[in-house]
């Protein structure tokens, strides 16, 4: 999946059953939490720009809004509370290009 800094991304997340996920974040370096298990709750680091949208029974999708480069990465979604399927997204984050026009 590719984005622009300050465009908002949502990386669905559908489980066989309704029960709650891990989205987790691995970039170059290390995998972090994003949101805990069975829960909306989401990490510290996260917590002004990232969101749980469950909008089904068994959609437990990321929202981020306002990206920023250092988004970039590959976002992973692990059913039944981190135990279950694995489901990894891989963002591109794309700076803004700004048009300059001659008149």
Do not use: P
Not at 17 to 36: E, F, L, M, P, Q
Not at 97 to 103: R, Y
């Amino acid at each position: 999946m590719e984005s622009c800094t300050g465009e908002t991304v949502t990386l669905a997340c559908y489980t066989a059953k309704s029960i709650g996920v891990d989205w987790r974040y691995k970039d170059n370096s290390s995998t972090h939490y994003v949101v805990a298990i069975c829960s909306s709750y989401v990490q510290k680091d996260f917590q002004d720009r990232f969101r749980l949208n469950r909008t089904a029974k068994h959609q437990h999708s990321l929202v981020i809004s306002d990206i920023r480069l250092e988004d970039q990465g590959v976002y992973i979604c692990i059913e039944d509370a981190g135990l279950g399927v694995r489901r990894e997204y891989q963002l591109t984050v794309h700076g803004q290009i700004f048009g300059v026009f001659f008149i």
